[in-house]
């Protein structure tokens, strides 16, 4: 197979080694997966049912006003606030419910790239030890301020 | 009710098959470079890179994975790196920050940028805000950590 290692001595102990490897990261791999799955199917189901009551929808009728700083109309709330309890695959499909303009798209791109998917991410951040909620309010807040300045840095630049 | 469960159930399916076939080869992948050259040249090449942010070569290596891959994927190598090298308060505080800001940042900009979002900003200009706010609130919780000594 490998015509350039014709030493044997330094074939084996490699061959071992990746065996090694590849068997240490299988089951680091599925550890790791079902850490994580514990932390995520139950923050999704959260998502679900936060979703079905109609949190979602009453969180974006507050956000409304917020929007304008932004440049961007109220409707706008709606996707961002999906994409904080949800993620960034939702808050796409609500985006596209709404007619925007290439700015707009990309302020509110970027609101939605600092923040979302805050109920699952924070989860995983409590698993190393940091608090969940102030990672949440931090990427609400800084994801709102860079959108806001970029807003802003568009129309002067 | 009947179809709130299906979602869930069909959700939970997607999403556990998702995580799976991305966490498992990385693992596989980590374990197979860790240790060889070319991965410490990398790590060593962002750990200068991030190292003005107050972040340690230990730090580094999950950063770059969670910067890559993502919080939700990243995050097993987070939490298995800030145990088995047990980072500091200080270096898991810094590199949530930086990943809170920044992360994922090939898939999550290209959905967007597909959307018609501009690269430049949605990319460049995250970069930029990234740093800014790792360097600004690292250097408040420090002043906040020396005062409490003090």
Redesign the interface.
Known sequence: MDEASHDPNARVPLRMTVRRDVLRGLKSGVLTFWMLARVMVPAYGAALILDRLGVIHALARVAGPVMSPLGLPGSAAVPLVVGYIMNIYAAVGAMTALHLTGPQITVLALAILIGHNLIVEGAVLRKAGMSGTGFGVLRVVAGLAAAALVNVLMRVL | MGD?VR??LS??WD??FK??VI??????????LEGTGPWRALVRGWSRLVGGLGFTEETAAPTLVGFVFG??YG??????D?KLHSLG?RQ??LM??FL???HAIVE??L??IA????AI??VG??LV?AAV?TLV?GTAAAVVARRRVT
Do not use: N, Q
């Open positions: 709130l979602t869930f959700g939970t999403l556990c995580v799976f966490v498992v080869p990385i693992m596989v992948v980590l374990e197979l919080i939700a995050g097993g190598i987070i939490v298995r800030t308060r898991v505080f949530s920050v809170s800001m920044v999550d900009s959905v967007l959307l018609g979002a501009s900003w949605v200009f995250r805000w706010v609130l």
